[in-house]
């Protein structure tokens, strides 16, 4: 079958040929691929440095996908742990990692947002709970996953909603998509901390998709601006587009309630994070959440891997042939 193979770590995947997998458990079953999304998950697996890369190549990229069964049946499916990757015209799906999508549903906008979503979905439901009437700061809200994040905060009952992130155009459309606030993460590092004290001091939860030297001004600042430093502090590691590591004094951890914690694979069970999308899913199909997405040909995964995003945009590659096909 083609399919977008990874034959080195520093160059993008080509457009290539491979061995159609077999299904081999009984729950497993081979399934067309009508829309695979290029998230940013899926570049780190293909340049190897993603957290659970095995370092082994070449190999298929792409975690999870819109297919379609032999009897017609549509289906989102998160790839088998050590499967062939998604971003190709068929691969193997384990039914209890997969949902049943209504007829009619769009495979690209399924494809697009699903990953996206579940990074805060699974956050405020299995790592740091949301009670409605919570407040909550989208560290990194100008990304896809983070404006999602803003959204899924709002549905899920939250009352106080800041958005930081890099662009102020981007940050200015969060405002109405449910943020109360808005902060700038550029200029004086000083200044934006002090800022994002005073705007979200005294919020329960942090989503942090930024970590690196960003968190490392963010975390001092909102700690001290705490009105009670005993009110616990959720802070949620999501991702770390600014950076893979942090110094934090110990100081900080005494000084206040912080519960620091990650949210990913491995700090949630794949049991867990499975239950979780027949209701997410059912969201990005009623359109309650919603990404902007650029359908590209399978065999155009080498030019796209590399074009320059659009802001706000997702990319889903698609079957040379169409959706139909």
């Known amino acids: ?59 298929v990229p792409g975690i999870d996908a819109v297919g379609r069964t032999p009897r017609g049946e549509l289906l989102y499916f998160v790839a088998p742990d050590g499967a062939t990757g998604t971003m190709a015209e068929r691969a193997v799906v384990d039914r209890r990692r997969a949902v049943t999508l ?16 579940m990074s805060s979905w699974v956050a405020l439901r299995r790592r740091a709970p949301l009670r409605p009437g919570a407040s909550v700061l989208v560290l990194g809200a100008t990304g896809s996953a983070g404006r999602l994040a803003v959204r899924i905060a709002r549905h899920l009952g939250a009352a106080h909603v800041v958005a930081a992130g890099r662009d102020p155009e981007r940050l200015a459309l969060l405002l109405g998509l449910g943020a109360d606030e808005t902060v700038p993460l550029r200029g004086d590092p000083e200044k934006t901390a002090d800022h994002l004290g005073r705007a979200a001091g005294d919020v329960d939860i942090v989503l942090d998709y930024v970590w690196g030297p960003a968190t490392e001004h963010a975390l001092p600042a909102l700690l001290t601006a705490r009105a009670e430093r005993a009110r616990p502090l959720a802070w949620v590691q999501i991702g770390s587009v600014a950076g893979p590591d942090i110094t934090l004094p110990s100081a900080f951890l005494r000084g206040a309630n912080l519960q620091l914690m990650g949210s ?59 959706l139909s096909a």
């Open 1 to 59: 079958m083609r399919a977008a193979v990874v034959h080195s770590f520093d160059a993008p995947p080509r457009y290539g040929t491979v061995a159609t997998p077999e299904p081999r458990g009984e729950h497993e079953i081979l399934v067309d691929v009508l829309a695979a999304g290029l998230h940013p998950r899926v570049r780190s697996g293909a340049d190897g440095s993603h957290y659970t890369s095995e370092g082994v190549l070449p190999l």
């Open 264 to 322: 990913g694979q491995g700090s949630v069970s794949t049991a867990g994070i499975l239950a979780e999308l027949p209701l997410l899913a059912e969201l990005i199909t009623s359109g309650t959440l919603a990404v902007d997405t650029l359908p590209v040909p399978l065999s155009r995964v080498e030019q796209v891997w590399t074009a320059p995003e659009a802001p706000g945009q997702r990319v889903v590659l698609t079957p040379d042939g169409g």
């Open 102 to 117: 209504p007829a009619g549903t769009d495979p690209v906008a399924v494809a697009a947002a699903m990953n996206p979503a």
